[in-house]
């Protein structure tokens, strides 16, 4: 008797709960408060921060927060706040956070993505909710190409970079070039379009897979189309024993690799093997970079500022700027990234119609592999 | 399908597949020591090797080796890194029995927990060397672990040089190296468990454990001496593998254990031999799939034949048996 | 320390059965008013604002993620669960690359139902269609069923045959296979690259849908949980129909199970169908909400994560498995700031579930009879392995 009593009060007081937390709503983050003040505001930056390619985004990371504290310092009355996402870099992981930077009306623009992949799943959400988006690192050419108009790069594409490459190779009248990529949307996207520039010149090329360790194959295909040039699409960890092992064989041509090696790692990750290696980058030299960044960067963190980070300060730095204009509105602010005119420290940032920026102002570097430092060799032709 | 470069350099093809196979092959040791006397895959051997590698790079930093020290140092550097390898390996996968197996074996756990327990060892001792160490002693000791999950160069030890050429196939001394110390650890350890007393008492816990008691066999003393073993060539591969691709990173266990134990299982696991034949069937045929589609089907290559081999000859090649006759 | 946790962890599993059998022993109608109640509050909780409660919400912390969205992906991997469940604890055939399925059913979907897979573009050119036809999401659905029970079959028909043990590396294989081919196969399934503009029940996403938008992530979840209610009901039924006896049957002895007129390999055959079939119907939901898919997101970890999910929570248990997948898939997300730990934390889960409680968190309590069993055996004859 008493047991059921209980029973039939345990349902009472379940189904009450539900009532009750049906109705005492708090439907959380959808709706922030708006930035205090007369300007000033909240940017969201998703990427990479952690997982297998970390080392690669957190640079940006890096130049963008100090791209805030700056003008936190510099503006006391214009608090500006940005919030990083982490996505890991998985596209399925980007997607909800996108939904939720969407939904939530406190932010009014968006530093990302920082891969390819993760900017592909989440632009059409970024651009129903008419946020700006600029990216510091993804570069496959198709992004700009889908008619989306709200996301915009501080970086040039692949399709800019495999043509200097291409231009390079011929002033170095490279005879027999061959093309070695990953795989990866990054790698074998950018050898892709260095194929389509390179005509007769292009020897052979090999696929290989992440994570490869021997490359014997790759190797004996390089020695019987007696390449004079390799070009390598891809990123540090399959390069450094691509050609360390390329120069144990005797291999004595030389070996070309897009920004995605531009890296630390790499010549030490090859520890000798990489030395001469070019690599190429659409990132000025620290000494070539405006202003003070690269100083402000090492005082920092303590290191160079490495890919990317001059991006990711550029990208913050464009949203930074429109809010000291006043804007405080995610339509304004669109418009303000769009018809945006100014040096920044990568490179001078003005975009065309499509998000890109402009092809006139993308600057690409040569480096040159010394020991364990990445040496600036030359400034490369776009075409 | 590039059948002129496969035909036109087969030879070159062979002999980069059998050094590629000899590490398989002594790799594979451990899984078939281990399945022999267990009957169970110890999925975490694969972070035994990858400890192994660790162990050797250690050294050679702790001595400050540089690329390509004189003959005399470089034998030295060598047998410190064999030795240091030897230790670490067979000390992990000696943890790992007495940390994760023993308990099962208690409680007489169907194989699959103990599959599934390897897994998580395995997952727990691959983030331990790329995120874990990094993070709180990576900055004191830059060159051994460096940023979180990061490739690692190693200096190089012995200069590759061709040193036998016949016709178009040239062979390298380091490929000398490899294949001839693989064959040699091979050798010896295929003597130690057929010749001798110790070997014989593994022998008899792979036919029968419960006869094997009876005759005063001491079983857990036989299973710490199987994962020790194993370790101990893994810890050879670590060593050659240093010296041949010269670098190392917390991931590089995975792919190169799933080969391995394909090695093993083509060769028919729990026999020795079988590792053998298995690791330079798997080495040639990967080359040679490599070569004739492109590098990046050499997985998918490697699996396909894992799976018709065990559909046509479930027990491997040679068939298992590390103990002869088993019921 | 370690008997610590074990006889707390003995209180809690006397506590949860107790409970269960109070449960069973309820009425009917209140039984059933419970079950109502709770299917309620699955369908209320990405609303979740109960104060007091607001903490379990993941955007409650500083770049936490879309509350709704980690719910779906909670609920994706639950089906996942249940679906491996099928093969691991009922069947007792451990699925290394269920990752496999999961990516077919995904690639089903976006291969046929975008317009920017190289496959509809292929189609429209060969018979001349609009360039914005594609094949409609309800179809792609059977489709992504049909494709995946094909490939359990395919995968199951060479390999069934096999050793528990060797079953397991063979499947590891595939599903590495599977996303393997899906890279290198650039010219069906463009790569690396990826395909976008991956359809939902309203077609391609577009700002424009009513239901199924690109910034409310409720409708997806409640799209997902609905589908994991009426699984969960139809592998119930299963379970307790003449294939799961047999599934049972097959699992504790085989040879046994021949003697008495159950064919293994039919039963282990379907088992693997079914199970794919689930996998595929999870991929094809999570493709469908991400409309973005690449080969790197069908990796052979997330296949080892699907493994701990059934283990950790309780293989042959649907309310231990579904726990498992909402822990591994929930933990990470809302504590973030350690989320770079998580697989380590994933793999010292494993370890520690396995050599303290191998029946799992949730256990099966036929399966934790037979461990016990086995334990009960081991001690009464000296250990033969």
Known sequence: ?383 | MHFDELIGHLGQHTVDGLSKGAIYALIALGYTLVYGVLRLINFAHSEVFMVGTFAVLGVWTAFGVQNNPPVGQAVLFLVLGLVAAAVASGGTALAIERIAYRPLRRKNAPPLIFLITAIGLSLVLVEVFGLLLPDTVGGALPDLFGRPRQIVGMPTIIKQETVIQIGNTGITNIQVIVFASAVVMMAILDWFINRTRYGRGVRAVAQNPETAALMGVNQERVIMLIFVLGGIMAGAAALLWSMRFGFTQNSIGFVLGLKAFTAAVLGGIGNLRGALVGGLFLGLVEVYGATLFASNWEDVIAFVVLIVVLMFRPTGLLGESLGRARA | MIDKIRTADRRRLSLLTSVGDRFRALPKWQQAAAFLAFVAFLYYLPLLGVPGLTWLRTDSIAGGNNWAGVLFVCAIYVLVAIGLNVVVGLAGLLDLGYIGFFAVGAYSVALFGSVNSPVVKWIQQKFDLPPTWAVTWAICLLLAIVLTMIFGVLLGWPTLRLRGDYLAIVTLGFGEIIRIVARNATSITNGNQGISAIPGPEGAPSADNEVFGLIDAKPWYWLAITAVLLMVFAVRRLEHSRVGRAWLAVREDEDAAAVMGVYPFKFKLWAFAIGAALGGLSGFLFASRNAFIDPTQFNANLSILFVAMVVVGGSGNMIGVSLGAVLLAYLPERFREVADYRWLAFGLAMVLVMILRPQGLVPSRRRARELSDRAAEAEEVPARV
């Not at chain 1, 000033?40 to 963008?64: H, M, R, W």
């Not at chain 1, 504290?69 to 503006?75: H, I, P, R, T, V």
């Not at chain 1, 200097?164 to 070039?177: D, E, F, G, I, R």
């Not at chain 1, 690799?257 to 690599?279: H, N, Q, R, T, V």
Request: net charge neutral; charged share 20%.
């Open chain 1, 1 to 383: 008797m008493r047991r059921s009593y209980v029973r039939a009060l345990g349902t009472v007081a379940l189904a009450a709960t539900l009532v009750v937390a049906a109705g005492c709503q708090d439907s959380g983050g959808g709706d922030g408060g708006t930035a205090s003040g007369d300007c000033g505001g909240k940017i969201a930056i998703f990427g990479a921060f952690t997982g297998d390619n970390a080392g690669l985004v957190i640079p940006s990371l890096n130049g963008a927060k100090l791209a805030v504290k700056q003008f936190n310092e510099a503006n006391p009355n214009c608090k500006v706040e940005m919030q990083p996402f982490d996505t890991q870099g998985d596209p399925a992981v980007a997607t909800p956070f996108a939904n939720q930077i969407a939904g939530d009306k406190s932010f009014l623009g968006v530093i990302g993505g920082h891969f390819s992949g993760e900017s592909d799943a989440t632009m059409p959400i970024y651009q129903a909710a008419g946020l700006a988006m600029i990216s510091p690192s993804a570069t496959r050419t198709d992004l700009t190409q889908k008619g989306n108009t709200s996301f915009y790069r501080v970086v040039g594409n692949d399709g800019t970079q495999a043509g200097a490459v291409a231009t390079y190779l011929k002033a170095q009248n490279a005879a027999k070039v061959f093309m070695i990529d990953d795989g990866s949307a990054y790698g074998a996207g950018i050898t892709a379009e260095l194929g389509k520039n390179l005509g007769a010149s292009l020897a052979g090329k090999d696929k290989i897979q992440e994570k490869q360790a021997q490359f014997d194959a790759t190797i004996s295909k390089i020695k019987s189309a007696q390449a004079d040039f390799v070009f390598y699409g891809g990123y540090t960890r399959e390069a450094a024993p691509l050609v360390k092992q390329m120069r144990a064989a005797g291999i004595q041509a030389k070996f070309v690799g897009p920004d995605g090696l531009y890296d630390p790692a790499f010549p030490k990750g090859a520890s000798g093997g990489a030395e001469g290696a070019i690599i190429t980058c659409p990132c000025l030299p620290a000494d070539k970079a405006g202003g003070t960044f690269s100083a402000d960067y090492q005082k920092e963190y303590g290191i160079a500022p490495g890919s990317y980070g001059a991006e990711g300060f550029d990208g913050a730095k464009v949203f930074l700027d429109a809010f000291k204009d006043g804007k405080k509105t995610r339509p304004d602010i669109l418009a303000y990234v769009k018809s945006y005119d100014k040096q920044g420290v990568s490179k001078y940032i003005k975009f065309d119609a499509k998000g890109d920026v402009d092809p006139s102002k993308v600057v690409i570097w040569a480096y040159q592999i010394k020991g364990e430092a990445i040496e600036p060799l030359q400034e490369l032709k776009l075409s």
